[in-house]
């Protein structure tokens, strides 16, 4: 059967096809070009180029090799970022990452302190691409400079350097406490060796007349008190709180206060001399600034006065006063001139505070051996019966029986007699 003939095109031109698209064969071209450079590459190129840029650097890895020396790194440099390539099969290296390779310093070959130039290796530590021919190299930096040297701890007390401080007049320094109180510093034994003290300097615009607290910025010092500036060693802190304390100052006299004395004694009829009359003491403002005298250790006259005896006794400072003059103690001397004593029997005894529940009955009727001192003319006039030993039934401890109760002696008609020594009653109690 004979072929139909197709019409002409009406317009008079040939009819064309994709393939006469230059457009269209390019871009099959690029196509089969891309393809065919995949096959290559994957089975008869496969080998192929990538860069880690973010690895750090492991000091610890074979740290053995320097610990087994007796060394340590002084100083360890942070290095960030450091560049590996790493060679192999494309398909594979192309998803390895930092996390997979470990870039450390080759410690073979050190043999001492000192500061030396390392090589930087890398190897694979995942092991998911291990035993695949992947070669790696450290490409930047390609070696780290470290010091080694043998590393140790001293621990040194602060002290404080307070000659840039000045003080008012009529006031003093009285103490200087560093917090922390110590430091401790870490580093090469051979800068350790060279620091001898560690020094807190205090300094101030104006003259100090209250305490103050500073921050001071701690200084190391050799032998000599020369400022040392190590390399390597570190302070487990570099400031140190600073308080100075500062006292008033004030010259006060001295004053003997008395106990055990008869109701109504006139203790400015003793004459008595102080070896020291006045003491040099140094305390917070607002305690010296009150203060007109010092007070001594209470003299107990009713149990310790005697002739021809002096009599040495602690000065009673306040809580917080020091004495400037290295002075704690004084030697209290009296003046009995015109003094007498005698002995007296007292059959006087009068019970006072006697509780309303109870009846209190003397079975003592005489108090004998009493001695009194005063002044010489009233002593010579001084009867027995003048002299009341009263007994204060305030603290009894029994209900019913008998108690030996304390007596004080007291002379009504005088001011100036009194009695030493310890006098007691025998009584006997009952309730009512």
Do not use: H
């Amino acid at each position: 059967m004979p072929l139909k003939k197709q019409p002409a095109d009406p317009t008079g031109k040939a009819s064309k096809s994709l393939w006469d698209s230059r457009a269209f064969l390019t871009a099959v071209s690029i196509i089969c070009a891309i393809m065919v450079w995949m096959v290559v590459t994957m089975y008869f190129d496969p080998e192929g180029t990538v860069w880690i840029t973010d690895a750090t650097v492991n000091f610890s890895y074979q740290s053995s090799t320097y610990t087994e020396l007796g060394l340590d790194i002084v100083q360890q440099p942070e290095i960030d970022n450091v560049r590996v390539r790493v060679d192999g099969n494309g398909t594979v290296i192309g998803t390895m990452g930092a996390a997979d390779i470990i870039v450390y310093p080759v410690y073979t070959g050190l043999t001492g302190p000192g500061e030396t130039s390392l090589k930087l290796e890398a190897r694979i530590i995942n092991s998911d691409y291990a035993n695949l021919g992947i070669k790696l190299t450290v490409e930047k930096p390609q070696t780290v400079n470290l010091v080694f040297d043998t590393v140790s701890e001293k621990t040194l007390p602060i002290t404080q350097d307070t000659s840039g401080v000045t003080i008012a007049d009529g006031f003093t320094l009285n103490s200087v406490k560093t917090v922390p109180a110590s430091v401790t510093l870490s580093g090469p034994t051979t800068e350790l060796d060279r620091i001898s003290s560690v020094v807190a300097p205090v300094s101030t615009n104006s003259e100090l007349s209250d305490t103050l607290t500073v921050k001071s910025t701690l200084v190391l010092r050799d032998d000599n008190g020369e400022t040392v500036t190590p390399k390597y060693t570190t302070m487990d802190t570099d400031t140190a709180s600073v308080t100075l304390t500062v006292y008033q100052v004030r010259e006060l006299p001295l004053s003997v206060q008395f106990i055990n004395t008869p109701t109504g004694f006139d203790t400015n009829s003793l004459s008595y001399s102080l070896s020291i009359p006045t003491l040099k003491v140094a305390g917070p403002t607002k305690i010296v600034g009150k203060l007109n005298e010092l007070s001594v250790v209470a003299f107990d006259l009713g149990r310790e006065f005697a002739f021809d005896r002096d009599y040495q006794k602690t000065i009673e400072l306040p809580e917080g006063v020091v004495s400037q003059d290295g002075v704690s103690t004084v030697t209290i001397r009296f003046d009995t001139t015109d003094m007498d004593s005698r002995t007296f029997s007292v059959s006087n005894i009068r019970l006072v505070n006697v509780p309303s529940s109870l009846d209190v009955t003397p079975l003592t009727s005489i108090i004998r051996n009493v001695k009194v001192y005063g002044p010489a003319d009233e002593i010579a006039e001084l009867s027995a019966e003048s002299i009341l030993a009263q007994v204060d039934c305030q603290d009894l401890t029994v209900t019913n029986g008998q108690q030996t109760i304390p007596v004080s002696i007291q002379v009504p008609s005088s001011s100036r007699i009194f009695a030493v020594g310890d006098y007691t009653v025998q009584c006997e109690v009952t309730a009512q």
